[in-house]
């Protein structure tokens, strides 16, 4: 089974993400307990973890003595920013690209005297302009 680069990376992150949950939701349950104090449920620290992770907020659940219970959520808080702003250029955009981007032929017909453009942009505009103001012959699809 040959999968693309993309469905990879796609299929890594829907692994990677349950998995960070489940360890980062551990490590809370276990920091509440052994450094806080204060005992949490393995679920409240799934939902502590989801929350910080998708950068959705915290219920009652927003104060930390410990310094490292507090670095450890300042350290889940910049995960999860980090998590926003890469996921989509990094593995769902790519992935959506490949699946609906047009594809060129594999072999180009005879291009002697031709100018071939693959992307239309305002460069090709301005340079299509300047083969109308010389009356340059081409064809555009």
Request: hydrophobic content about 50%.
């Amino acid at each position: 089974m040959n999968l693309k680069r993309s469905t990879r990376r796609l299929l890594m992150l829907l692994a990677l993400l349950p998995a960070a949950v489940l360890i980062l939701g551990t490590i809370y349950m276990l920091g509440m307990e052994h450094l806080e104090g204060t005992p949490r449920t393995f679920l409240e620290s799934l939902q502590w973890a989801s929350e910080t992770l998708t950068t959705t907020g915290y219920g009652a659940d927003s104060h930390w003595n410990h310094p490292v219970v507090a670095l450890f959520v300042i350290v889940g808080q910049f995960m999860g920013q980090f998590l926003i702003f890469l996921i989509f250029p990094i593995f769902v955009l790519p992935y959506f690209e490949e699946r609906f981007e047009v594809r060129l032929q594999h072999m180009l017909p005879p291009m002697a005297g031709k100018v071939f453009f693959y992307h239309y942009g305002p460069a090709i505009e301005s340079l299509l302009d300047e083969f109308r103001r010389l009356n340059s012959p081409f064809r555009h699809f």
